[in-house]
């Protein structure tokens, strides 16, 4: 069962650990990675700070929503707040904005909802690997104030669970083709040992 304890216990083992590692890339430019999900106000903003923290200037994280909310949901930042995030500029905002030529070419498209996965989505700059990881929308949940911020601790604990899955695949394994199937690979394995 995932306990505020566990989840930060686990945050800060990550942080450590990602501090010590070396850059997984050999030029300077970041890897661009657009997280998606319909509303882009939880499970995506998540991503996005996740991989901002823990990327180490090797990736640059956005999120985006197909129908965003137009505002960030009260609890995602209330989390990110008490595990040390800024997030003073976060935003629910479109994927209009990663589309088109003038855009930021993306790396890296992975869509954390079902909806989201199941859309018609823009055409992005880049011509990037695309991954979708199921993750509950703890916006959804339900029960006592304690029910619904334990959904999105586990929201943040399975992101921050495949996030560190994606920095761990080799340098050399990051081919379209091999890569996508890693991807897959990895929350396969993320969703049996949760």
């Not at 106000?41 to 901002?52: D, P, Q, V, Y």
Request: charged share 25%; aromatic share 6%; net charge negative.
């Amino acid at each position: 069962m995932v306990t505020p304890n566990s989840v930060v216990a686990l945050h800060l083992q990550s942080i450590r650990v990602r501090q010590t590692e070396e850059p997984l890339m050999n030029d300077n430019k970041p890897s661009n990675v657009l997280f998606l999900c319909t509303g882009n106000s939880a499970r995506s903003i998540l991503a996005e700070c996740i991989i901002n923290r823990l990327g180490q200037g090797r990736f640059r994280a956005h999120s985006a929503g197909s129908q965003p909310k137009g505002e960030v949901h009260p609890d995602t930042i209330k989390l990110l707040e008490r595990l040390g995030y800024p997030t003073e500029k976060l935003r629910s905002k479109s994927w209009d904005e990663f589309a088109g030529t003038d855009a930021t070419p993306l790396d890296y498209v992975v869509t954390v909802c079902n909806n989201a996965a199941n859309e018609a989505c823009p055409v992005w700059p880049g011509q990037p690997i695309a991954a979708h990881w199921d993750v509950p929308d703890p916006a959804a949940a339900t029960g006592t104030e304690g029910e619904r911020r334990l959904a999105f601790l586990e929201a943040y604990r399975i992101l921050l669970d495949r996030i560190s899955n994606f920095f761990d695949v080799p340098i050399d394994a990051r081919d379209r083709s091999s890569l996508a199937k890693l991807l897959d690979e990895f929350v396969k394995t993320s969703s049996e040992s949760a």
